[in-house]
């Protein structure tokens, strides 16, 4: 049987997004948000279909949810980088947020929106986290007026960026995010008839599961094939576009956003290997800019 990638929208909206498998998607939300956040059930505002896609193959298939207190969530998982993808997420909150308002109900029938992107490209290189949250704070004090706005980026390369084995994929596990990135980006290394102790987690089992029986309609997997094949080619043709960018003119931009990357990291005290390794700048370089740094405090 051909192996299916769940990091394929279309495969991990059949994973995360039907009713029998509520429970994994209540796991991977309690897994990325805070505390005061977590739910204990869900209902699908979108619930997987696929007609959904029957006319329109490379069509977004994010996952809406509402918890029992009115939360909202808007999960999607992205395999390819694209332009602005900073203001599409912001846009998607935006929808997510505004959609709850129905005519003739004040605006204190809005509830908390959140928004959660996986990613399996690096969208924040600045950041070496793989997981980052934003909200909109006041700029000195740090104050969060507005807290209804909630982001998640999940980058997934940032997890196992060097392909690790399955020792070293462990190594890395540390909660239960772990456990669910660990399954999007290396699922092959995973048995879920001999798990060790670390990933031995019972909606693990059953995505490894879900993901093995997984059986997909002709016409789905017109679909999954069609996802699959775009999303790949558009990846690589903007990593060659990327590249020729570069041979043509635009080293010296990502030059100095490389810079700009290495200050903001020298700023909050990061080791001068760290930073290297993260921007590609030498080691040299950087304690150039530290020195320069130093001069002008």
């Known amino acids: 049987m051909e192996k299916i990638f769940p990091q394929v929208d279309i ?5 995360f997004g039907v009713e029998e498998n509520k429970d994994l998607l209540i796991s991977l939300i309690n897994s990325i948000v805070s505390e005061e956040d977590q739910v204990a059930e869900v209902e699908l505002l979108n619930p997987y279909n696929p007609k959904n896609f029957r006319n329109d193959k490379l069509s977004i298939l994010d996952i809406k949810a509402k918890s029992e207190t009115g939360k909202r969530f808007n999960i999607e998982i992205q395999i390819s980088d694209e332009a602005n ?5 912001l846009y998607y909150w935006a929808k997510l947020y505004t959609e709850q308002l129905e005519a003739g109900h004040g605006y204190a029938a809005l509830s908390k929106a959140i928004g959660i992107h996986i990613l399996n490209f690096t969208s924040i290189p600045e950041a070496i986290k793989y997981h980052n ?4 704070t006041e ?8 807290k209804e706005l909630e982001l998640h980026t999940i980058e997934l390369k940032k997890f196992a960026p060097n392909q ?3 020792s070293g994929l462990i190594s890395k596990v540390k909660n239960s995010l772990d456990i669910w990135v660990a399954f999007l980006t290396r699922h092959e290394l995973l048995n ?6 670390e990933l031995n ?8 599961n879900v993901l093995e029986v997984m059986n997909f309609t002709p016409e789905e997997r017109e679909a999954y094939d069609s996802h699959l ?10 990593e060659k576009h990327g590249s020729k960018s570069r041979e043509e003119g635009h080293k010296e931009g990502r030059k100095e956003r490389e810079k700009q990357i290495a200050i903001n990291m020298l700023n909050h005290d990061l080791p001068i290997e760290t930073i290297a390794t993260v921007t590609g700048l030498s080691v040299e370089a950087i304690n150039e800019l530290a020195k320069d740094k130093r001069s002008k405090q």
């Open 133 to 136: 949250v934003f909200h909109i």
């Open 164 to 166: 690790e084995d399955l």
């Open 192 to 197: 879920k008839d001999a798990l060790p102790k």
């Open 11 to 15: 495969a991990f909206k059949k994973i």
């Open 229 to 238: 094949k775009w999303l790949l080619l558009e990846a690589s043709a903007l």
């Open 201 to 208: 987690q019972v909606t693990l089992k059953k995505a490894l």
């Open 85 to 89: 993808y900073d203001k599409r997420a």
């Open 139 to 146: 700029k000195e004090t740090g104050i969060r007026y507005f």
